[in-house]
């Protein structure tokens, strides 16, 4: 692996990398399968031509998302790591596919298709991609066989997002699936997915992914960190997308009620500042002071690099932005590759 090459500007440390690990980053199949069911769920993906090298992801018979071929085409997506300072990138669903409001059974035969797609184009990285696999979460049974089969076939984790269905990760009837990605060694990757408080926003739908992606990535660690996840699950992994969105402004003041409230205190086994530091985030917050907050309060050792690649909301530069903003050697390192690759379960 390529080190960190660096020199001196005044007091200030600059770097380029070609070492970085990204921990956020989606696939979407090059085509969908027909519904091995008829007739198959209404909302079933498939795929429609675009301009050039895009397809318009259809969904319920309407375009969901214009996606170019880097979602699919493994050479493209490598030439763009290497621009990007990449040397691995973990790979996981575009965060609607996981299709948790589908019929269960429906939602276990997409998944296992585009996780099967994803070890194929695993296969085809010569090593430069890892998986994190779909699973129907809207059935746990389902979901831990599922997780369990794509351990089988070299997935590091599995993406889940912020919700299942309205309930928050932290609810306890999703304990059985987090004890099981502890047994088995799976890191588990927090996406945002149909967030709360969208009749709050005024404007485009985009807004839903600038504003409410990150409202909803917050009220999830915190669900994780009000019902004690981590304390009961010690050698879980979990990760959160958009560098864990609301919660680093969320967290001065949940510490506050746990020290002013009997109920809180009660409640929340340790202290709320404490659990936050044994979850990790990406670092994917577009904004140096913004990192430097995360690594205020959440700990140099608990963020990650991380790109939304290949969406157009993205980051193309994250580790130069990452050397920009940290200018201690050490800590660049574990932003870059140090961090994920522990959280992979890679050392």
Not at 241 to 249: K, Q
Not at 315 to 325: K, L, S, T, V
Request: aromatic share 8%.
């Amino acid at each position: 692996m390529a080190a960190i090459v660096q020199t001196q500007a005044g007091a200030r440390q600059r770097a380029t990398c070609s070492c970085g690990i990204d921990i956020h980053a989606h696939v979407v199949p090059a085509e969908f399968p027909r519904s091995l069911r008829s007739p198959g769920p209404a909302d079933w993906p498939s795929m429609a031509a675009a301009q050039d090298c895009h397809r318009h992801v259809m969904i319920a018979g309407k375009v969901y998302r214009t996606v170019s071929d880097r979602c699919w085409d493994v050479p493209k997506r490598i030439r763009d790591m290497d621009e990007m300072g990449l040397s691995l990138q973990a790979i996981s669903p575009m965060p609607e596919l996981l299709s948790y409001w589908m019929d269960a059974r429906d939602g276990f035969d997409l998944l296992r298709y585009i996780n099967d797609q994803m070890a194929e184009m695993v296969a085809a990285s010569a090593g430069r991609l890892v998986a994190l696999g779909g699973v129907p979460m809207q059935d746990l049974e389902l979901a831990v066989r599922e997780m369990q089969r794509v351990q089988q076939l070299g997935f590091r984790g599995v993406e889940i997002g912020s919700n299942v269905n309205g309930k928050p990760v932290g609810h306890p009837d999703l304990d059985a699936f987090f004890a099981a990605a502890e047994s088995l060694g799976m890191a588990v990757f927090v996406h945002a997915l149909r967030p709360t408080g969208m009749d709050r926003l005024v404007g485009p739908k985009n807004l839903q992914q600038v504003l409410a992606y990150p409202t909803d990535v917050g009220l999830a660690a915190s669900s994780v960190i009000c019902s004690n996840l981590v304390l009961r699950h010690p050698g879980l992994r979990i990760a959160f997308s958009h560098g864990g969105g609301t919660l680093s402004s969320l967290l001065p003041r949940l510490e506050q009620g746990w020290r002013t409230f009997p109920a809180l205190r009660e409640a929340i086994q340790v202290s709320p500042s404490e659990q936050a530091r044994r979850l990790y985030y990406d670092a994917l917050v577009f904004d140096p002071t913004a990192l430097q907050r995360l690594l205020a309060v959440f700990g140099s050792d608990r963020i990650m690099l991380g790109t939304d690649y290949p969406f157009a909301f993205r980051d193309d530069r994250p580790a130069a932005r990452i050397c920009e903003a940290v200018t201690d050697f050490a800590i660049q390192e574990q932003l870059l590759h140090a961090n994920a690759r522990k959280w992979l379960g890679a050392e």
